[in-house]
Each structure stands twice: as structure tokens, then as C-alpha cells.
């Protein structure tokens, strides 16, 4: 059972929602903000996010993180980090604000959530996300190539801080035994067919991925969600939102995140060649790593399988359904035909 449906357990995602926002305005004093100032949830999935605007004051984006996803040392890497891109790439990240104490991860409850959450205020950022419905994204793709070769650059040679954290994008935490998001097998409509099929999927990806291997050039510090929906434009200037799922794993598994969800549309190679001529600007990948690109898009699949599996209450789940999961078997059987 996930920890919003437990001991502070809401009954339905109407309630939820209610009990967050109740949270999140009565928390807004922490950051000395009056708890009356409009607070509007822009996004709600892994964490709930809001947009804050203070009389008087710039914009702000509080993040109401979900209980049990991160510690609070994982929260304080991931800022880690994004600082030291700002500072080191030029690429903009939303700088974490402190709080009156000084801390910039607080910790806040309610009477109807006791238990509490994390929670981390941000700068609001200018910017204008690509849209996602343009006939052509040639474009803000070559932008998330380029942005993405940026941030592996500097994984490379950042020295991480003591005690970094972060979470782990391998076979073993998407795939099993310890699954980030669970156990793909529990995707809505997992019927027998589609199970033996991706059931072979997984063996195949485990074996390629074990011969791939894990140098330090290949397998490092991720952004692990650098979708258009994270990317903003302004004035030339290219920026990067929502760190929440950085962690360790491939690189070639963030080429694969620019297609979350949408795997199966006819544009997708037009659309990683994009990618790659952007990445290409920045920093080279060998012909190798670009012919095993489709095996991180499926890995990154069986991903999203578990995720909608352990998220069935959220408006995104809920709109992919058991379509997701036909055509998850459909893509993986085209996959095998090729690598299997």
C-alpha cells in the first residue's frame, strides 16, 4: 500500500489533494510567507507542486515531496548538484530557497497529515516549455540533446559530496529485484500474452545491458526525467526544472526519457536524431552507444509500466491505461525482432 493511502490515509485523490493543499498553504510561514497568498497545485505525481504568489513579491514554486520516495540527504544531493551546474555549466536550475531557520528542506505536517512531508521552496524561473503538439520538434529536441551532453560533462568530473545519494537507474531498480517503481508485472490489463512477451523483453535487456557495461563515460550521474515538459526557453537561454528523479545510471537512459509515454509515435527516430545531433555538439557518442539506444527506450518502457502500475490514482495513469500496457507488448516484440 503506497504512504498516501496509509495511516494518514486519504480515501480518495479528491481528498488528497485537499489535505496537500491544506498542508502546503499552512506551511508557507516557515519560508515567512503569509499562508493567505494564492497557492495554485500546478502538478501532482510523484510530489505536488504549487505555484506561490506572495503581495508584493516574486513568484515561488513550493514542492511537497512524496513521504518515503527521498530522504532528506537525497533531497539535499539533488540540490547539491544543481547548484553545481548553475555554477559550473551556465545551465539555469531553480535555485532552492531557505527557509527562517536557514534549512532549505523543511519539514511540515498537518492535523490531517500528521506524518508530514519534505518540502523544498524554489525561485520561479522564466521560461516557455516546447509544445509538445508542434508538427515540428527538431528543434527543442537538438535543445535536449545538447542540454543533456552539458549535464553528462559535468557529471564526469564533478566530485560529488560526501555522502551523496541519490536514487539508482540500473536493470536491478527498474526491472527487480528492488524496483524504484515497483514490479512492472502489476501494469493495469497484464495478461499472459503480454507478461511472456515483455517477461523476454527483460531478459534480453539484462543481457545486453550486462555486455553495454558501466564505465564511468557511459554510466553516471542522470537527470533521469529530461522530457520537453522540463525544459524551458528564455531568451536564448536554455533551462532545466525538476531534478527529482536525478540518479545513477546510463546516460543513454536520458535519451530515452524524451519519449516517455509516447514511445510508440511514428516521429520517434525523427526526434532522437535530433537528440543526437544536439548531443553531438557538446560531446560524442560511439556508433556502439547509438545502436543501443532502443534498448534503454524499452528499458526506460518497462519503467513506466511499473510507475502507472504503482500510481493507478493519478490523472496520468489513468489516462494511459491497459492502452499503455498492448502497446508496451506490441513495441517489445518489434524490439526483439531486431535485438533478440
Known sequence: MRDDQMADDPSTQDELVERLHELARGSLPLWGIDPTAPCRLVNLSENATYLVEPDGAEKVVLRLHREGYHSTNAIASELAWMDAIERDTGVVTPTAIPGKDGRRIQHGRSRRLPRG?????????????????????????????????????????????????????????????????????????????????????????????????RDPSRYNLVHADIRLANLLVHEGSTRVIDFDDS?????????????????????????????????????????????????????RRMALLAWIGSHAETDLAKAQGPEYTRVSAELAEAYLATFG
Open 247 to 299: 540518479g545513477i545510471g546510463w546516460f543513454l537512459y536520458d535519451v530515452a526519457t524524451t519519449v516517455s509515454f509516447i514511445e510508440d509515435h511514428p516521429k520517434v527516430p525523427e526526434w532522437i536524431d535530433a537528440w543526437l545531433e544536439g548531443y553531438g555538439r557538446i560531446r560524442r557518442l560511439a556508433k556502439a552507444e547509438i545502436d543501443e539506444i532502443p534498448t534503454f527506450v524499452m528499458l
Open 117 to 213: 512531508r519534505h518540502m523544498v521552496l524554489f525561485e520561479f524561473i522564466e521560461g516557455r516549455e516546447p509544445d509538445e503538439t508542434e508538427d515540428d520538434l527538431t528543434l527543442p529536441f537538438a535543445q535536449l540533446g545538447e542540454v543533456s551532453a552539458t549535464l553528462h560533462e559535468h557529471a564526469i568530473v564533478w566530485p560529488r559530496p560526501a555522502g551523496f545519494e541519490r536514487l539508482t537507474w540500473d536493470d536491478a531498480h527498474i526491472l527487480g529485484p528492488t524496483p524504484n517503481w515497483g514490479d512492472w508485472r502489476d501494469a493495469p490489463a497484464m495478461d499472459r500474452a503480454a507478461r511472456e512477451v515483455l517477461e523476454r523483453l527483460e531478459a534480453t535487456i539484462r543481457r545486453r545491458l550486462a555486455a553495454f557495461g
